[in-house]
């Protein structure tokens, strides 16, 4: 199975932004994304990109108009560009190499990665 590795989590005060990276350990084929996991144990898709070459994207409600989801397939890394962030974007997220992901907040993909955003 393919091994991620995400970085770039943090703490931000509110309207600040932060960018999570996603690497991946080989060329993924499948749709990446990104979920998260909030301080109620909920865990909610945030945004997710195809990758057959249209890189068609999705983002929640929550983060559209807010969140930017791009890759670098040279690289094999993922990015979530999250600005103008809110306290409820606070929690741990995740990213997945094979979006939907109904196991992605239980570290199937990877440990995730915290984010925390205060007032």
């Known amino acids: 199975q393919v091994q991620l590795v995400e970085s770039g989590g943090g703490s931000v005060q509110a309207g600040g932004s932060l960018r999570l990276s996603c690497t991946t350990s080989?060329?993924?084929?499948?749709?990446m994304g990104w979920y998260r996991q909030t301080p109620g144990n909920e865990c909610e898709p945030v945004s997710s990109i195809t990758n057959d070459g249209s890189t068609s994207t999705y983002y929640s409600e929550a983060v559209k108009g807010r969140f930017t989801i791009s890759m670098d397939n040279a690289k094999k890394t993922a990015f979530l560009q999250m600005n103008n962030l809110k306290p409820e974007d606070t929690g741990m997220y995740y990213c997945?190499?094979?979006?939907?992901?109904?196991?992605?907040?239980?570290?199937?993909w990877g440990q995730g990665i915290q984010v925390t955003i205060s007032a």
């Open positions: 080989e060329r993924v084929d499948d749709d």
């Open positions: 997945v190499a094979d979006f939907p992901a109904p196991r992605a907040c239980l570290g199937y």
